[in-house]
Nanobody
Framework: QAQLVESGGGLVQPGGSLRLSCAAS????????IGWFRQAPGKEREGVAC????????KYADSVKGRFTVSRDNAKNTVYLQMNSLKPEDTAVYFC????WGSGYVCPSTSLLTGHVEDWGQGTLVTVSS
C-alpha cells in the first residue's frame, strides 16, 4: 500500500528553522510531483509548495516564498521542505501528497494544488512560538 509519511515538525521560536521530510513506502516517488500542504487550527488545508518529479519545476505560496525551499532526493524516495525564518502564522499541521505525475507535469499555482490521497494521515505539527 502506497504511503507518504511526514516527519520533522516540532516547536521552534520565531525566526528559527525546521526541515520536514516526506518519506514514501510502497511507491516510487521519482515519477510523481509532490505537494506540501498545511492546515492551521480552524482553517482549511492550503497548498504551500510543489515540486515536479525532476525537481526542475517548483512553486510556492506567496506567504512562504523566499523562506521555504522544497527539494527531493529520489534515491532516498524522500521529499523535503526546508523552512527558514519561521513565523507564528506558519503554525500548522503539515502534510505531503502526490499532486501529479509524469514527465510533462508542471507545478501549478499552489492555490490549485490537489492532493491525490485517500487518507491525509496525521501529518507533522509545526508550532512557531516564543
Amino acid at each position: 500500500q502506497a504511503q507518504l509519511v511526514e516527519s520533522g515538525g516540532g516547536l521552534v521560536q520565531p525566526g528559527g528553522s525546521l526541515r520536514l521530510s516526506c518519506a514514501a513506502s510502497g511507491i516510487t516517488l521519482d515519477f510523481y510531483g509532490i505537494g506540501w500542504f498545511r492546515q492551521a487550527p480552524g482553517k482549511e488545508r492550503e497548498g504551500v509548495a510543489c515540486i515536479s518529479y525532476s525537481g526542475f519545476s517548483t512553486k510556492y505560496a506567496d506567504s512562504v516564498k523566499g523562506r521555504f525551499t522544497v527539494s527531493r532526493d529520489n534515491a532516498k524516495n524522500t521529499v523535503y521542505l526546508q523552512m527558514n525564518s519561521l513565523k507564528p502564522e506558519d503554525t500548522a499541521v503539515y502534510f505531503c501528497a502526490v499532486v501529479g505525475w509524469g514527465s510533462g507535469y508542471v507545478c501549478p499555482s499552489t492555490s490549485l494544488l490537489t492532493g491525490h490521497v485517500e487518507d491525509w494521515g496525521q501529518g507533522t505539527l509545526v508550532t512557531v512560538s516564543s
